[in-house]
Every structure is written in structure tokens, then in C-alpha cells.
């Protein structure tokens, strides 16, 4: 029984008897993702220079929900055609729930730069939008980070922006539209 709780594609049934065993409700925030999807990618080509031409590409996406529910992974392939016609390349975002803060901690790993785990995220969701901020630094200036999710069963939308003003003003920079495959 153990083995089977700890297996990362486990069934919603050993999901269930881990919630049991451990007296624990899984968080359910992230559940319109779990699935597979594709998705259109918008990224804006300069960031923070007031560029207004877009990137346009196509992607797929899976996401499997792990630590019993209280994690994901989220495995994408970004199809870089017109950004980078010579690449396309795999990412991961890792979620995890802390049950004290009830916080999500989102961190993206890019398969480009394997050993560069990026800045996580954290933040939580209201009403069906899930923001999720962080400090980071974008070529030696500080910048604040933040996620926009908008869960949908049938087309989630993710947003990425940056503020190099404390979160006065937000350039948003990517967004993502995902539709079930």
C-alpha cells in the first residue's frame, strides 16, 4: 500500500487513502489543470523596454498531481517556431501546497538551463484567480514577479508580469491559453 501512495502517477483512489491515513484534505486550487492541453503561447520579444510585438507559439502541456495531492507537475513542450525556429525545448512547473500558510510555491525549471531552478512563486487563490508573487532579478535590476492563473475546466489562462515599481504598475510579458487535447 505504501509503495503504491508514493508512486507519482498514482489513481485518485491511493490519493484518497493517503488523505485518510494522514487525517489531511488535499487542496483542490489546481485541479482544472490536471490533464492534458495544448497551448498557445504569446511572449512579448523585449521585456520591460515598452515592446509591444509578441512571440507567437504552440505548446502541449501535461500535468499529474503528486505528494497526495498536495503538489503537480506540469511538463511542457514549447514549440519555439517563430520566437526560435531552431529550438524547441521542454519546461517544468513544480506546485507545492504548504497547509500552514495555505500558499501555493510555484518554481519553474527550464530544460535550456537544467541547474537554474527559477525564484518560486507563492501566492494563493480567491474566487477562481490564483496570484503568486515573488523578488527576483531581471538583467541586475530588481523586479517583482507574478503569476495570474484563471482556472477554467475547458480553458485555463496563465499570465506572467514583471514591476520594476514594488507592484504599482505590471508589464505582463507572457501568457499562456490552454484547451484540453
Not at 515598452?50 to 506540469?74: A, H, M, R, V
Amino acid at each position: 500500500m505504501l509503495a503504491q501512495t508514493l508512486n507519482p502517477f498514482e489513481s485518485e483512489s491511493s490519493e484518497q487513502s493517503l488523505e485518510v491515513e494522514a487525517g489531511l484534505k488535499a487542496p483542490k486550487d489546481f485541479d482544472f489543470m490536471i490533464g492534458h492541453w495544448q497551448v498557445k503561447h504569446r511572449r512579448l520579444k523585449k521585456r520591460l523596454e515598452n515592446c509591444q510585438e509578441w512571440y507567437e507559439f504552440d505548446g502541449t502541456s501535461s500535468t499529474i498531481k503528486t505528494l497526495g495531492g498536495f503538489g503537480n507537475l506540469e511538463d511542457n513542450l514549447l514549440n519555439l517556431s517563430e520566437a526560435y525556429p531552431e529550438e524547441s525545448y521542454r519546461a517544468l512547473a513544480l506546485r507545492s501546497f504548504n497547509e500552514m500558510t495555505q500558499t501555493w510555491s510555484i518554481w519553474w525549471l527550464d530544460a535550456r538551463f537544467p541547474d537554474a531552478l527559477e525564484t518560486p512563486v507563492t501566492g494563493r487563490f480567491t474566487q477562481g484567480i490564483g496570484l503568486f508573487y515573488a523578488n527576483d532579478v531581471l538583467h541586475g535590476q530588481n523586479i517583482k514577479v507574478r503569476f495570474k492563473w484563471i482556472s477554467s475546466a475547458k480553458s485555463p489562462r496563465w499570465e506572467q508580469a514583471f514591476s520594476t515599481d514594488d507592484g504599482t504598475t505590471w508589464e505582463t510579458n507572457w501568457i499562456m491559453e490552454f484547451s484540453p487535447l
